[in-house]
């Protein structure tokens, strides 16, 4: 079979699969987020933490809830990550130093799961599975939670309730993540990927020397890593590590587990606002960026010009040499479409047009599709924004769902948009200013400009891929990254449950002749089009100097 057929076949499959589950996924995620009865476990949990599962939450005190916890979380972690030398099954491994540990104990709480360090000789078993896949489950389901409230927000009406922080987190870890996980993490081992509690063994290598090979509890890391699209490798070299993503089943199934809950939590926000065609344009509009994206990587690195190139049938420098370049294209742009981060191929040895794009993926939002929660609610600030320009064009106040969106609501718009690009750019700026930050790229011009900007499109947008060349383990990278995360991260959630809030106070407005339509091709397009225009008009003189520069070199 040739490698176009090969790479088209997965494609389908992987859009037939995800196909399959869309609608029982989707509705079952809707009943979890709307069932009034608690589970055993739950209720235990609530009486620990001293929670009224039944009582709904201003939304000032969700924020304060999701803020609260989330800033415990990273002391924890923090904590966990400097005595990690004394703590049981830390294999020798000396307690993370304090701003490499401020830095990823930020990551993994923000759901972004950037690494400055190579997991197998920083992290023993117990920070891997205690610390960081603990906080896999929690910051997935933190902006899973974040997402239904928002939808609360367009729902109700006349109230500035918005559910129960608490209840949502716990039912997104106890009856979706934790249960998708266990099965997957079946599934996996039963690949090939590793799942052990042994310690470093050594081994004789062909030339006759020594080499340390290091096991551990891959699997249950590597499912919760995709499927809570957090991205942290339980090794250095990621999903291009053979013990975490050994053939081609494996990694299809990867692919799979990063798209399935935002994909589907398009069914559920659907079947929440009682609208299913509202779901079906918000996923339309989020198939067309990653379609796009997707068809113009792999023809980037299929159709790459060069002698080598030429003679091999694709750029394959950086590729890992189990999946051929399409495997490792859908990759790609399916874990910078979503925040995950997971790698099997290093993005820095793409093209500068295949570089581009998935540097531009990321800059878009992460809206194709998204994180886990935080892309959905990523959409609907931007379905807000396009209906908001399509009244600018009729003179007409715009509404979306029956809400009006006014002044207060735009102005929350303007500040989300704009919160993640002031984290990027800045943070980029500084770092291309001063020789010692510049002194950790490995290249100069254009391609170094690419590596500092895809560090911080990475961390401001909560994704955790990284571009290599970079030496990002210095006190300034780490620091400037990590707070470009929490920006990404909980500004961004502050000022969308702020509209959530504001929007659930409103009366709803009947629909009449003038009111314009969110569930038509015409919406999807104007959509797209949006998202697209804002992260070009943000991102283009940057990029221009960057990856753009890079391809037409």
Known sequence: MSATAAGLLQLVILLVALAVVYRPLGDYMARVFTSTRHLAVERAFYRVVRVDPDADQRWTTYLFSVLGFSAASVLFLYAFLRLQDRLPLSLGMDGVDPALAWNTAVSFVANTNWQAYAGESTMGHLAQMAGLAVQNFVSAAAGLAVAIAVIRGLVRTRTDRLGNFWVDLTRGVVRILLPLAFVFALVLVAGGVIQNLSSPEEITTLTGGTQSIVGGPGASQEVIKELGTNGGGFFNANSAHPFENP???????????????????TRTYGVLVK?????YAILAAMAVLWGVALAGVTAAEVSHPGTVPEAVGATTEGKEVRFDTWASALFATSTTGTSTGAVNSMHASYTGAGGGIVMLNMMLGEVSPGGVGSGLYGMLVLAILAVFLAGLMVGRTPEYLGKKIGRHEITLVALYLLAMPFALLVGAAIAASFDDTRASLLNDGPQGLSEILYAFASGANNNGSAFA???????????????????GRFVLMALVLALAGSLARQTPTPVTAGTLPTHRPLFVGLHSFTVIVVAGLTFFPALALGPIAVALA
């Open 247 to 265: 053939n081609a089943f494996t990694n299809l199934v990867e692919i799979f587990l990063i798209l399935v809950i935002p994909v589907s939590l």
């Open 275 to 279: 609208d299913r065609r509202q779901g």
């Open 469 to 487: 060349g970079l030496s990002a383990n210095t006190d300034y990278y780490n620091t400037a990254l990590g707070l470009a995360m929490l920006i």
